[in-house]
């Protein structure tokens, strides 16, 4: 007997995927407002799906005010809002530039809260920040990528501020915070090849600094990390923009 909670779930994934479909059309203008959308009917033989799961669909748009359905009449295509403006919606994390942007940004305010974390931190968020630095470790010993343990440690930092806001920032910008370091600047937007050689001893430095109590000197052993980063990624990309003869390029 077929389990009913994967059913359920994947009766939800069929939903969101037909909402999905038909988001894109009414956004897009294929209907237009006052169209009258295709039947249930019409919807479950085109999706081969259920008349429930084509109800579930056209709830999620109703939900996000994009269609109406009118009684014995059936559903009509409402005015597309203006999909709301987000921050870093236009983020692009395979491109060098924009990783150069986020780089800048996060001088400004990864420094001070490298300073902020050395001033406040307690007992139990020292131990979280050493942890995080032990991954990074491991994962370079393992030969693994680091970028998500590289995250967490510049998580457990902001964390040791004591202001939430600073790691919900970090979160906001997570997808191109730490950069796709596995690819080792194999592709646009990866890390230069030499990044993990100074790794370690760079995040060495500003931990000691935050376990001593130092700000000052956790802002500029924070400073130099993001300095290093920066000048190595626009390396990168000078050298991505070299004539075709000087530079290795990947298929």
Excluded at 58 to 67: C, E, K, S, Y
Excluded at 87 to 98: G, H, M, N, V
């Amino acid at each position: 007997m077929e389990d009913i909670t994967a059913t359920a779930g994947r009766d939800t994934s069929h939903a969101s995927r037909i909402s999905s479909d038909l988001r894109k059309q009414l956004t897009s203008g294929v209907f237009q407002a006052g169209d009258r959308l295709p039947s249930e009917n019409a919807l479950a033989k085109q999706y081969s799906v259920s008349r429930t799961v084509v109800r579930e669909a056209i709830a999620i748009l109703r939900a996000d005010g994009l269609v109406q359905a009118r009684k014995g009449a059936g559903v009509f295509a409402l005015e597309a809002r203006r999909e709301e403006e987000r921050p870093f919606k236009d983020l692009k994390t395979e491109r060098i530039s924009s990783v150069i942007e986020l780089l800048e940004l996060r001088t400004v305010f990864e420094v001070e809260a490298a300073a902020l974390a050395a001033a406040r931190r307690s007992a139990a968020q020292i131990e979280a920040i050493l942890e995080a630095h032990n991954q990074v470790r491991i994962c370079l010993a393992n030969g693994t990528p680091t970028r998500d343990a590289d995250f967490g440690l510049h998580l457990a930092i902001a964390q040791a501020t004591q202001n939430r806001r600073f790691p919900e920032f970090l979160q906001l910008i997570r997808s191109g915070i730490i950069p796709r370091g596995e690819l080792q600047g194999a592709a646009p937007g990866s890390r230069p090849k030499d990044y993990n050689l100074h790794l370690q001893e760079e995040h060495a430095r500003i931990v000691d600094a935050i376990i001593e109590g130092d700000a000052d000197a956790a802002r500029e052993h924070m400073r130099a990390h993001l300095r290093g980063s920066l000048e190595r990624y626009k390396a990168l990309l000078r050298a991505r923009t070299l004539p075709m003869d000087d530079v290795v390029t990947s298929s």
